[in-house]
């Protein structure tokens, strides 16, 4: 009875993940959301506190988002589906909560009316839609949408032109949107900030704190979890970096590595790529997921790891932080950093929910 | 002497009068360690990682400070290192009341600073290349995304050509075009960064002045203007609506490949357009005349796909090195045929490294 009509595996409940016949897919024993994408899962996200209980949107690379309710119970209930004509590269809930807008290498990003269930299109671009953003802003709302096509743009749902178009000297490669602040990374490691407060406006381009090509970022508040005041920017090189927009001292800023395999002195490293960054809604520590299949939870006050995961025998491509700062979601896929002679497109994908409230707790409070 | 207490909180009336020593307590505390100005470790994370049971956790200090900065030892690496440094402004930030020429008010100790300095320019190059020497070595073994930009140091400029490729373009490539396509641009984006990587690990000394004088100009530095994967998956290529069932496999798109085709520019690795592909059979992307592939198999490259879409723009002298695709059918290649960089190769008493013709000599050379 699988409730996703494409998908020919049938969605049964692993609940405590105690498969029998693969060991590693699941070493955390974390919980499996029941009937995962059938191709690699390019981004997670959680529904906003405006609407009651925790709905989570998966997109991948089978072009399709998947939408399911995550109960308190740890139960996944499938809920609703829409197809792209191409991968979904990114997903991302309005204010609300009743809208949901998926970008795809398509070209496209569209506006999925959840009380409908449907959706159009309300983005257009010349390359595919790497990143999308809802702003909501005091005196405007628009989707900011960045693509390969090394444009950012602002729309407003209701009108085909949009609202702004920013040129980038290069590709858009990851973004983050948090009032009144928003990053985007492209591609040669080009860093800009932009302000939002009554139209969005580039504040600042940044120097890169790291040597290799960026990958994911993520903007983080200050201690009373009000204003924006940095960005966690991970790259291919196993390495986080956090940046203050305005440090007050230079050693604030600072970066570390992670996702690498352990060292012995005649060996060299295998290094991983950092997938994804989270910040946890209330605590400010960070998340990162990366390609070696761990997942790593830090507190970048302390400077120290709070907590690491075994590794899966797949790579983590994405992660998402439920609003309460109560649920971890991770995804198992493959994410194309070996190359296509290890994709298999017959492996299963999974999601995999987590408790985190205690782990990602700071500790040692000074 | 005693430092000034009120100095150190920015609030010494007396400023230079001052009985007391105005310095910076960094480079004291951190004194015979000789970190350089990359270096974020505090006195305050040092104590957390002897009591913390996370010990092997906590978070490693950043490896740049041991690569590019192993320099003179003692307290006036650090001092030095901002003033000879590049971009950062912190040092012109009031809250550390440092000034380069106030820091040391002992004029004993200023001739030997301005030696230093001096030394420090031209073994600060030494430090760029040999950092870029090592980096491209690790690289090349393989533990890594190989596609992606570089510089030797953050806050500094990309080195030119190691453009910036990210996984989900090369895998989108894949889902559009399919295997075969992906796997010529593939095996090109692989050559062209070994070949560049390598150039960089062996670093003579035309690559040398190349990268430092390239590093010292102040054009902004933008390694990816030489691709062209925006004709990938840009305007007139796209996906088709495919039913849903059995979408499972991305070769399944593969069907939409002669859709493509007319978007595929011819290859676009040599100058020379008027040069005859051979088709080796399989390929049916291409549309170009037919010659008899009857050509010594060494000199023709093994991927008949390579002849098709290229991602990098052909630029002449620079990536004639990537022309693997093209050859004529005898053994010797027609004089017309070649290039200018490439008679220059043939005629020159030696070939330069990185540029050497990936085609036959005319039969006039070997004469």
């Not at chain 1, 139960?75 to 997903?91: E, F, R, S």
């Not at chain 1, 005196?139 to 980038?168: A, E, H």
């Not at chain 1, 946890?280 to 990162?288: D, E, F, I, K, V």
Request: glycine residues 6%.
């Amino acid at each position: 009875m699988s409730f996703f009509g494409s998908s020919n595996t049938s969605s049964f409940s692993f609940g405590g993940g105690t498969a029998a016949t693969t060991t590693n897919h699941n070493p955390m024993k974390d919980i499996e959301v029941t009937s995962p994408p059938d191709d690699s899962i390019s981004c997670l996200a959680f529904s906003p506190p405006t609407l009651p209980g925790n709905f989570l949107l998966a997109g991948s690379w089978a072009n399709d988002i998947r939408c399911w309710q995550i109960e308190d119970n740890g139960q996944t209930v499938p809920k609703a589906q829409q197809m792209h004509q191409g991968p979904v590269l990114d997903v991302a809930w309005n204010d609300d909560g009743k809208k949901v807008f998926t970008a795809s290498a398509d070209k496209t990003a569209k506006m999925w009316d959840l009380e409908s269930n449907q959706s159009v299109q309300i983005a257009q671009h010349d390359a595919p839609v790497k990143t999308c953003h809802w702003i909501k802003g005091s005196n405007y709302s628009c989707l900011m949408t960045g693509s390969w096509d090394k444009t950012v743009k602002f729309w407003d749902t209701r009108s085909p032109t949009p609202l702004k178009v920013m040129n980038m000297t290069e590709r858009v490669y990851c973004a983050d949107v948090k009032y009144p602040m928003a990053m985007v990374s492209c591609a040669d490691k080009k860093l800009v900030c932009l302000k939002l407060e009554s139209e969005p406006q580039e504040y600042q381009k940044f120097e890169s704190p790291l040597k290799y090509q960026h990958r994911c970022i993520s903007i983080f508040k200050d201690k009373s979890n009000t204003n924006p005041v940095g960005f966690a920017l991970g790259s291919i090189e196993g390495r986080v970096a956090i940046h203050y927009i305005q440090p007050s001292t230079p050693r604030d800023n600072f970066t570390f590595k992670c996702h690498r395999s352990t060292t012995t002195s005649n060996q060299p490293q295998d290094i991983y790529a950092v997938n994804a960054i989270s910040f946890h809604p209330a605590y400010g520590t960070l998340s990162t997921v990366g390609s070696d299949g761990r997942w790593s939870f830090w507190d970048k006050d302390a400077r120290t790891k709070l907590k690491g995961s075994e590794q899966l025998d797949q790579s983590i491509s994405a992660c998402a932080i439920s609003h309460n700062g109560n649920i971890f979601a991770y995804a198992s896929s493959y994410d194309w950093s070996k190359g296509h002679e290890h994709y298999k497109a017959q492996q299963k994908n999974y999601i995999f929910l987590r408790s985190c409230a205690e782990e990602m707790k700071p500790r040692n409070k000074k | 002497m005693v430092v000034c207490k009120f100095f150190l909180q920015g609030k010494c009336k007396f400023g230079d009068r001052c009985y007391n020593e105005h310095t910076q307590p960094n480079p004291r505390q951190q004194g015979g360690r000789g970190r350089g100005r990359y270096d974020h470790q505090s006195q305050k994370r040092q104590d957390f990682s002897r009591d913390s049971p996370f010990k092997q956790d906590f978070i490693q200090p950043s490896r740049f400070q041991s690569q590019s900065h192993n320099r003179q030892q003692g307290d006036f690496s650090s001092p030095f290192s901002r003033g000879s440094g590049k971009q950062q402004t912190f040092q012109n930030q009031d809250k550390f009341h440092w000034n380069k020429n106030n820091a040391n008010r002992f004029s004993a100790f200023q001739e030997q600073r301005n030696d230093i300095q001096s030394m420090d320019n031209a073994s600060h190059e030494q430090q760029i290349i040999s950092t870029i020497q090592e980096d491209m070595k690790a690289w090349l073994q393989e533990r890594m995304w190989p596609f992606s930009c570089y510089s030797y140091a953050k806050e500094t400029k990309c080195l030119e050509g190691l453009p910036d490729i990210q996984p989900e373009e090369l895998r989108t490539i894949f889902y559009l075009h399919g295997m075969e396509s992906y796997q010529g641009i593939i095996q090109e984006v692989k050559a062209m960064y070994s070949m560049r990587k390598q150039e960089l690990a062996s670093m003579n000394d035309a690559v040398k002045s190349a990268i430092l004088g390239n590093l010292n100009s102040s054009v902004e530095d933008n390694p990816s203007s030489c691709l062209t994967i925006l004709k990938m998956y840009g305007p007139g290529v796209g996906f088709k609506a495919v039913a849903e069932i059995g979408r499972k496999s991305p070769a399944g798109t593969t069907s939409d490949a002669p859709l493509s085709n007319p978007t595929f520019p011819p290859s676009q690795f040599t100058d020379t357009q008027k040069l005859s592909v051979p088709s080796f059979g399989t390929s049916n992307l291409v549309s170009l005349p037919e010659t008899v592939p009857s050509t010594p198999p060494a000199s023709i490259s093994t991927s008949t796909a390579a002849v098709k879409p290229s991602l990098f723009k052909s630029d002449g002298v620079a990536k004639e090195q990537s022309s693997v695709a093209v050859t004529s059918d005898s053994t010797y290649t027609d004089k017309t045929q070649l290039s200018e960089a490439e008679i220059e190769q043939f005629e020159a008493a030696s070939f330069i490294l990185g540029k050497i013709p990936m085609r036959p000599p005319p039969i006039e050379y070997c004469r």
